[in-house]
């Protein structure tokens, strides 16, 4: 069964950083293939897209976060991480990682979600 665990989350100052990690267990064989992306929701909003990787390492950030936020993966670690830079109080969310077996995934395609990590940033 696969399981997504987010770890990292926080308090911080705007303008400063954050790293998130979210380690898949449970999918040694299939990690590889994965897409992964990170999603946030803030209270009273939609979850949205904060940034995906393919299975082959090509990332991609939304706007609002490109250039201060960049997603990694380790597939030997069966790990996807989000490093966060600049925060900005907006940042202020609840992060969830998500896994696909689908290469560019909707939110409605994501096949496997954590639980959350809480992040805030503020002064």
């Known amino acids: 069964q696969v399981q997504l665990v987010e770890s990292g989350g926080g308090l911080a100052q705007p303008g400063g950083s954050l790293g998130l990690s979210c380690l898949v267990s449970?999918?040694?064989?299939?990690?590889?293939?994965?897409?992964l992306a990170w999603y946030r929701q803030a209270p009273g909003k939609q979850r949205e897209l904060v940034a995906h990787?393919?299975?082959?390492?090509?990332?991609a950030a939304v706007n609002s976060v490109k250039g201060r936020f960049t997603i990694s993966r380790d597939n030997a670690k069966n790990t996807v991480y989000l490093q966060m830079t600049n925060l900005k109080p907006e940042d202020t969310a609840e992060y969830y990682c998500?896994?696909?077996?689908?290469?560019?995934?909707?939110?409605?395609?994501?096949?496997?979600w954590g639980q959350g990590t809480q992040v805030t940033v503020s002064s």
């Open positions: 998500g896994a696909a077996h689908t290469e560019y995934p909707s939110i409605y395609e994501i096949d496997y």
């Open positions: 449970g999918a040694a064989n299939i990690f590889n293939s994965l897409s």
């Open positions: 990787i393919t299975s082959g390492g090509a990332a």
